[in-house]
């Protein structure tokens, strides 16, 4: 299981509320870090796609916690790139900024990196559906009768 469902599994579940409920007042207001990363966990609830992007932005991060904020936030892009990627066969430049947090620029530029295209009537972007790649199990059973096979020919 990835980091990320674990973090969105918690994040929407009752636990998330429980815990919050129970951070001593005290603590959310001396430490808005806290009260940063909860409005984050409330987006993520609300799948509000475009508002996580802006709760991350919308914050100074100290140093420490600029890194994994980060690291979430590239996370969650790529995230949110495979969920288009495998809800949609075309979107508008508009919905897949907001759904990646970027500027229409930026979010195009992003998918034609990907081996997307834009349509230049619509200006719509063609989503590349990435190839399925199905691993195959070599049977041994399989090998086995090959094996006789192959050695029935030679003899």
């Given amino acids: 299981m990835s980091i990320w469902k674990c973090c969105c599994d918690f ?59 980060a ?13 288009l990627l495998s809800a949609y066969s075309t979107i508008s430049i508009k919905d897949t900024a907001l759904f990646l947090g970027m500027n229409e620029d930026d979010a195009t530029n992003y998918v034609l990196q990907q081996g997307w295209t834009v349509d230049p009537a619509s200006q719509m972007l063609i989503v590349k559906k990435q190839p399925v790649v199905t691993e195959q199990k070599l049977d041994p059973s399989k090998l086995q009768r090959l094996t006789e096979y192959v050695f029935h020919l030679e003899h």
């Fill in 71 to 83: 690291a979430f936030s590239e996370l969650y892009t790529k995230e949110m790139f495979q969920l």
């Fill in 11 to 69: 994040v929407c579940s009752n636990s998330a509320r429980f815990l919050w409920k129970s951070i001593p007042s005290s603590i959310k207001e001396s430490q808005p870090e806290v009260t940063a990363v909860w409005k984050i966990g409330q987006k993520l609830w609300l799948r509000d796609y475009a508002g996580v992007h802006e709760a991350i932005r919308g914050f100074d991060w100290t140093q420490e916690l600029q890194t994994l904020v």
